[in-house]
């Protein structure tokens, strides 16, 4: 039995040729790929592989020295990471980046600063639009908060949560952009097997539900073989595989990065 | 006992996201505003009113415009009382110049000087922050210093340097200047701090406060979610000095009646930080509760010293005083480093559940 064949999706992001350096250290040298519309995409590697300065590439906290990146089909020239916040992409950090002395509704109100407008006269009223816009907002809010299963915690400050809410809190910030694209750095790190189990499901479900297409880099190798549609495998910088979890698993290349050659 | 919120359920986001979401807060309020706005006007004495309460609502203002910058946004400032100062001068310029535009209307516009003062000191804002943000700030003092003691253009060249308070008149009643009664004074005073201490609290409840507060807590995830750093910095900015010089000129015109611009200086700026870290960072109610602690321990300890009729002198009190109230800063940070307004919440949430805790 051959696999069902499989139409290719729309391309939303490519990433062509792309290096980065920090001084004499390369970061990224050369990498091209691409992340389709509605995919699950993963990035993995060994430790110092790149990956965490792709996605930072990719959402404007880094320009990269040499190369180009399309986003929904416009190559882009130098950006902040609050245009490509107004151009639909998300994130999530390797360590919560949440805004600790807010409460977790807060946080994901916060989320939505972007598509909220109302002047200042009308805010310092709190009244009006200004409120018609608040309740219309915290509306969308609490569909997230009860689809990450989190109504119980919606008051309390973040800083006083577990770990692992606080990496859905923090999904639950960058849902609330209703992202295009959705960058996930490590979302299962520090969980135990239930919470990892929990997270994966939520991942799937965004993926889902919400129909975004999702980068994530994830150490997990069973997590990233079950999620995943597609996994780029990067090691010091350079791109080394590309493919289905399976092929990718097969990969030799990839095998000698994680475990090692014999010299 | 009475403190509790059983029974009082919310049917609508609009009810859920109010300022006072608990029934008991809202009669509370309602009652320290009667109290305010009736009650002390016809009881308490005009020593009450001008030493301790009109200056005690002009600081917690000043207060509450620091703690937008420092305790919402996260911006270390130094240059409060420089802001405040514009605000006084500018309001000074305004009513010399054009005497027959209400007093009232000049004290909230010269409050848009400081602002606009403000956000000029606030450019670097957007690369440095912190201790190095602190500096840049206090440069704006001391420039701002300079200016109110050199420029002989801000006093009128008036040849003691200092502003003197023409009178002015609301209603047809005297409210700046030596005539000025100080019931009418304080409410005056009173409409002001309570008006724009609603506003504050409307602005850091909505949008705008979850900018400030989420580029306070971690400037690069608020970039990421679309916040742009430099307006939402200049905003607080903005905003924070407008309510420095609205308290900068209230202080001048309804408080001092006269001020030299060594009302001004650094020491000001360091009383009014010192008010807003112990009141609690981050707090409009913090603000007041610093305000009322650095302001009034001082002068109740005099009063209380006077009281007893002990035979010290002055000198003596006043040391005593300084000794007593920076050990009292001590302990309360100690306590609760958070501030007052911390201890406040605390007290609260046992409230709710006393006297059966379990």
Redesign the interface.
């Known amino acids: 039995m051959t696999a069902p064949e499989v139409k290719p999706r729309d391309v939303l992001l490519s990433v062509e040729n792309v290096s980065l350096s920090f001084g004499g250290v390369k970061a990224i040298s050369g990498v091209s790929f691409d992340i389709r519309k509605g995919e699950i995409r993963a990035i993995i590697g060994p430790n110092g592989a790149g990956k965490t300065s792709m996605l930072n590439v990719i959402?404007g906290?880094y320009q990269p020295q040499k190369g180009t990146i399309t986003f929904k089909g416009e190559p882009r020239t130098k950006m902040?990471?609050?245009d490509?916040?107004?151009g639909g992409i998300?994130?999530t950090?390797q360590n919560v980046?949440?805004?600790?002395?807010?409460s977790a509704l807060?946080n994901i109100?916060?989320?939505r600063?972007?598509k909220?407008n109302?002047n200042?006269f009308w805010?310092?009223?709190?009244y009006g639009p200004?409120?018609k816009?608040?309740?219309a907002h915290?509306?969308h809010v609490?569909d997230i908060i009860d689809f990450l299963k989190i109504q119980e915690i919606r008051r309390t400050p973040v800083a006083r949560l577990p770990y692992g809410l606080q990496k859905r809190v923090e999904l639950g910030?960058a849902l609330a952009?209703e992202p295009e694209l959705l960058l996930l750095d490590e979302p299962m790190a520090g969980m135990n097997l239930e919470e990892k189990e929990d997270m994966s499901r939520f991942i799937l479900d965004v993926n889902d539900h919400y129909g975004t297409t999702i980068a994530l880099i994830e150490h997990d190798m069973g997590v990233v073989m079950d999620l995943s549609d597609r996994v780029v495998v990067l090691d010091h910088g350079l791109k080394i595989a590309d493919g289905t979890p399976a092929e990718v698993m097969k990969n030799q290349n990839v095998i000698d990065a994680y475990l090692g050659v014999a010299h | 006992m009475f403190y509790r919120e059983a029974g009082q359920f919310k049917t609508s986001y609009e009810v859920d996201a109010a300022v006072f979401p608990i029934r008991q807060d809202r009669i509370g309020i309602a009652l320290i505003l009667f109290i305010a706005f009736v009650v002390i006007p016809l009881t308490a004495t005009d020593f009450v009113i001008s030493v301790l309460l009109v200056p005690f609502l002009i600081l917690s203002l000043a207060a509450i415009g620091l703690n937008i910058l420092t305790g919402y946004t996260g911006l270390l400032s130094l240059g409060t009382a420089g802001f405040m100062g514009v605000g006084a001068f500018a309001c000074y310029k305004l009513t010399t110049y054009f005497p027959n535009v209400n007093i009232v209307i000049w004290i909230f516009v010269s409050g848009f000087f400081a602002s606009a003062v403000g956000v000029l000191f606030g450019l670097p804002s957007l690369r440095i922050k912190g201790f190095y943000l602190a500096v840049a700030t206090l440069a704006a003092q001391f420039f701002l210093d300079w200016a109110f003691i050199r420029v002989q253009w801000l006093t009128n060249y008036n040849t003691s340097g200092a502003i003197e308070v023409p009178t002015r008149t609301l209603f047809g009643m005297p409210l700046t200047g030596p005539n000025a009664a100080p019931e009418f004074r304080y409410l005056v005073v009173l409409s002001f701090v309570a008006a724009m201490t609603w506003f504050a609290s409307n602005l850091v409840h909505g949008r705008i406060g979850r900018m400030w507060m989420a580029v306070r807590d971690m400037d690069l995830a608020a970039e990421l979610i679309g916040i742009r750093l430099l307006p939402t910095k200049l905003l607080a900015f903005a905003i924070s000095s407008f309510y420095c010089g609205v308290a900068g000129a209230l202080m001048v015109f309804l408080w001092y009646g006269s001020a030299e611009p060594a009302v001004f200086n650094i020491d000001q700026s360091f009383t009014i930080l010192f008010m807003v870290i112990i009141g609690g960072l981050g707090s409009l109610i913090g603000s007041f509760f610093g305000a009322g602690l650095i302001y009034g321990l001082p002068i109740i300890m005099r009063f209380i010293v006077n009281l007893f009729g002990w035979q010290i002198t002055p000198a003596t009190v006043e040391h005593f005083t300084f000794m007593t109230v920076g050990g009292l800063i001590i302990l309360f940070l100690i306590i609760e480093p958070a501030g007052l307004a911390r201890l406040w919440q605390i007290a609260k949430q046992k409230l709710r559940v006393w006297p059966f805790p379990y």
């Not at chain 1, 980046?97 to 807010?102: E, H, I, K, N, Q």
């Not at chain 1, 805010?123 to 709190?126: A, E, F, K, S, T």
């Open positions: 959402n906290f902040r990471p609050h490509a916040a107004t998300a994130r950090f980046a949440l805004f600790r002395g807010m807060d109100m916060a989320g600063s972007l909220m109302k200042l805010q310092l009223l709190r200004a409120m816009e608040e309740v915290r509306r609490e910030r952009m």
